[in-house]
């Protein structure tokens, strides 16, 4: 068994690198592989994708994972860069609804226990991204999570 763990752009695979020479060797129908890989990863244009393709007696299996929080992040806002070069600035305002969105995405490989800790950890995001929560800053918003003034938006 063999596997083969890259980083795609979403809907972007080709036969040439990264995964023709490492699909090569391995007897695999490579434009078959990357015809499914552009198919998983499509909702997922323009960003960076981790994609594993495990190949055990020429049978495929290909898991796509989700893109780093960041990234998501910057595809909600449509931003290219997630920092401004001030400490006043911001880069961008998401709402709580944006914010559950990707931890919907996110929660299979997050350590939270809950939606509502898996919000927290997206904002926590949202601080060193210098991004804005509901138009306020993401520290006071996770202040505001904690007091409950969410509860109805985040379950």
Known sequence: MTVVEVLIEGGKASPGPPLGPALGPLGVNIKEVVSTVNELTKDYAGMEVPVKITVDERKVDITVGVPPTSALIKKELGIEKAK????????????????????????????????????????G???????????????????????????????
């Open 84 to 123: 401004t070069d001030s400490t006043t600035d911001y880069v961008g305002d998401i709402s709580i609804k944006q914010i559950k969105e990707i931890a919907k995405k996110k929660k299979e490989e997050m350590l939270a226990t809950s939606m509502k800790k898996a919000i927290k950890e997206i904002i």
């Open 125 to 155: 995001t949202c601080v060193s991204m210098r991004v804005k929560v509901e138009g306020k800053g993401a520290r006071e918003v996770q202040k505001d999570i904690e007091e409950g003034k969410y509860d109805e938006t985040i379950s």
